[in-house]
């Protein structure tokens, strides 16, 4: 046996030990997304975002960062120097010593100027919300029933189906009482035209012959 083929035999147990070493250690798990609401900033083209009750600052980053930020910017022209921001991302860390970390932004849920913010209560319990104008409705989703409010009118609660459609769409129905509520909800950029608050479903109401339209976003009880 020549010397070359000595040392071939010699190192074969060496490669075989590295691939068995590569089966046996598979890579770490992803990090889990958080869901996150807080205020947002803009500071030298970046969005900072200081969640509800910390003092972090975490800066939005990635697939998604660069329509949140025209979105922002439209907001802040309004006035004010922060935004209140609900999302979802996965976080990550940063070299930056300015920054606490970084968050691969996945999907923004609500952003907006005015309205329900960090002290919204009852938000935890909450599914869904929707809401529109001319004339004015407010709809709450729980897992015991929804709520309809409107000016004038009282109340309307009652139990409901929901059906998930194709393509994210879903669908919320209820026939009870002697009324027949339907809310159909599209996965959209929806940008309610009289606070300028951005959410991420487009929702129309249907309530027996009347047809109202307006946004949607999910609940601190419901992410996906």
């Known amino acids: 046996m020549t010397r070359a083929r000595s040392l071939l035999f010699a190192v074969l147990p060496l490669f075989a030990g590295c691939q068995l070493f590569e089966v046996y250690n598979p890579a770490p798990p992803p990090i889990p997304a958080q869901r ?3 205020q947002l900033s803009l500071e030298q ?9 910390e003092l972090r600052r975490i800066a939005l980053v990635k697939e998604g960062s660069e329509d949140t930020l025209r979105d922002a910017r439209n907001l802040l022209d309004d006035g004010g120097e922060s935004l209140f921001v609900d999302l979802r991302g996965r976080p990550q860390g940063s070299k930056r010593a300015d920054l606490d970390g970084e968050l691969h932004l996945e999907q923004v849920y609500r952003l907006q100027n005015e309205g329900p ?5 009852g938000f935890d319990r909450l599914l869904l919300r929707a809401s529109g104008h001319e004339p004015d409705w407010s709809l709450g989703v729980s897992e015991p029933g929804l709520v309809l409010l409107r000016p004038g009118q009282p109340p309307l609660a009652v139990p409901y189906l929901e059906e998930q459609l194709p393509g994210g769409s879903s669908s919320l129905s209820s026939e009870a009482n002697g009324q027949r509520l339907e809310l159909w909800l599209t996965p959209q950029h929806c940008v309610d035209d009289m606070s300028g608050t951005i959410q991420h479903l487009g929702a129309e109401l249907r309530l027996n012959d009347e047809v109202l339209r ?9 992410s996906r």
């Open 36 to 38: 996150l609401q807080g």
């Open 45 to 53: 083209d970046r969005l900072i975002l200081t969640p509800c009750g």
């Open 117 to 121: 913010d960090c002290e919204d209560p």
């Open 214 to 222: 307006g946004c949607a976003s999910f609940g601190g009880a419901r």
